[in-house]
């Protein structure tokens, strides 16, 4: 009786440490890709516009067509907008070392990087960070603006 109470005991404790050590969870993955901090506008169309939103996509991602089809909505004027997908414009991929996709940057008329988004983004959030640059303060603080 006495080791079936050992045994018992063992597989008791045994089971608590599977227990605790699956409910671990992994630390997150650091971000390890490059978001440029200045764009030559001279790279990209309309560099006389106040604004550009250059998104940085691939043929094949799925997430990058959505990505460039809520961006598009934001061109004007003012504001140049650019897909550049990686097969017919890799030169620009490579200079600017996008190493991940979709990568969106709004650049001021000097090229600075002002909001940066890396992978899915809302057009909520894409619209507000557009205000935020065009006119700083005037979106509420509880919006996700790409702020770098």
């Not at 030559?40 to 997430?63: E, G, I, K, N």
């Amino acid at each position: 009786m006495d080791r079936f109470l050992l045994v018992l005991g063992g597989v008791a404790i045994a089971g608590l440490v599977v227990a605790l050590v699956g409910r671990r969870t992994a630390a997150p993955a650091a971000n390890t890709h490059h978001i440029p901090s200045h764009l030559d506008r001279a790279d990209f169309p309309r560099p006389d516009a106040a604004w550009l939103v250059a998104v940085f996509t691939s043929a094949t991602c799925d997430t990058c067509a959505g990505v460039w089809d809520r961006a598009r909505h934001l061109g004007s004027d003012h504001v140049a907008v650019v897909e550049l997908e990686v097969g017919e414009a890799k030169n620009i991929h490579e200079k600017y070392k996008i190493d991940g996709v979709p990568t969106l940057v709004i650049a001021d008329t000097a090229g600075a990087v002002q909001r940066a988004f890396l992978g899915p983004t809302t057009a909520t959030d894409l619209w507000a960070a557009m205000a935020d640059v065009r006119e700083p303060g005037s979106v509420p603080p509880d919006c996700h603006t790409g702020e770098i």
